[in-house]
């Protein structure tokens, strides 16, 4: 079974750094595109960053670019993403998301639960 | 960016009767493979989204017959045959083809 469990949220002052964590399940990482999608309260979906399934490759949206990374590591299996520079604006829901081959659509076919981050002072 | 844009924002719905939401892309979103790359999510009250339908037209596993959708190059449409209570939340599109991928502002579904 497929599961994606994410971890690390909470409540951060602006201009700090919060790494969240991302454990996955039932699939390996570096096989798939992995992605962070985040939700601000009572907003839509935006997709925030990618990590290509050989590594090498990260990709992100303008908003968080120079301040987050994406990382992870193979041997546990697990997606990471390092949050610096922190702002009200990153006060969101954070969702770890796999992406499926592009054969097969490049959607978001599995999801986290979402881990909850509140930037405030 | 391709920028996508839903129809209604909000679609208030009896219970058995059909239901229509509208996805228009910004570009095209038909590849060259013939495929166009366009999903829909249903995200429920205090859930993470779920996938529905993704390629445009095909049923995620599980996803009940009575969700469809069609469409293709910049115009898609998700239709609800007969809305339950279940079916409540808000409904997302999504671009698959080009980096970055971009949602729809989302379309809120309720039951009247």
């Known amino acids: 079974e497929v599961q994606l469990v994410e971890s690390g949220g909470g409540l951060v002052q602006p201009g700090g750094s919060l790494r969240l964590s991302c454990e996955v399940s039932g699939f390996s990482v570096n096989m798939f595109v992995m992605t962070w999608v985040r939700q601000a309260p009572g907003k839509g979906l935006e997709w925030i960053s990618g990590?290509?399934?050989?590594?090498?490759?990260?990709y992100y949206a303008d908003s968080v670019k120079g301040r987050f990374t994406v990382s992870r590591d193979i041997s546990i299996n697990t997606l990471y993403l390092q949050m610096n520079s922190l702002t009200a604006d990153d006060t969101a829901i954070y969702y770890c998301?796999?992406?499926?081959?592009?054969?097969?659509?490049?959607?978001?076919?599995?999801w986290g639960q979402g881990i909850p981050v509140t930037v405030s002072s | 960016d391709f920028v996508l844009t839903q129809s209604p924002v909000s679609l208030p719905v009896t219970p058995g009767e059909p239901a229509s939401i509208s996805c228009r892309s910004s570009?095209?979103?038909?590849?060259?493979?013939?495929?166009?790359?366009l999903h829909w999510y249903l995200q429920k009250p205090g859930q993470s989204p779920q996938l529905l339908i993704y390629l445009g037209s095909s049923r995620a596993s599980g996803v009940p017959d009575r969700f469809s959708a069609s469409g293709s190059g910049t115009d898609f449409t998700l239709k609800i045959a007969r809305v339950e209570a279940e079916d409540v939340g808000v409904y997302y599109c999504?671009?698959?083809?080009?980096?970055?991928?971009?949602f729809g502002q989302g379309t809120r579904l309720e039951i009247k």
């Open positions: 998301a796999r992406r499926s081959k592009f054969a097969s659509g490049a959607s978001l076919d599995y």
């Open positions: 990590i290509s399934s050989s590594g090498v490759s990260t």
């Open positions: 570009q095209s979103l038909l590849h060259s493979n013939g495929y166009n790359y």
């Open positions: 999504m671009q698959g083809l080009e980096s970055p991928i971009t």
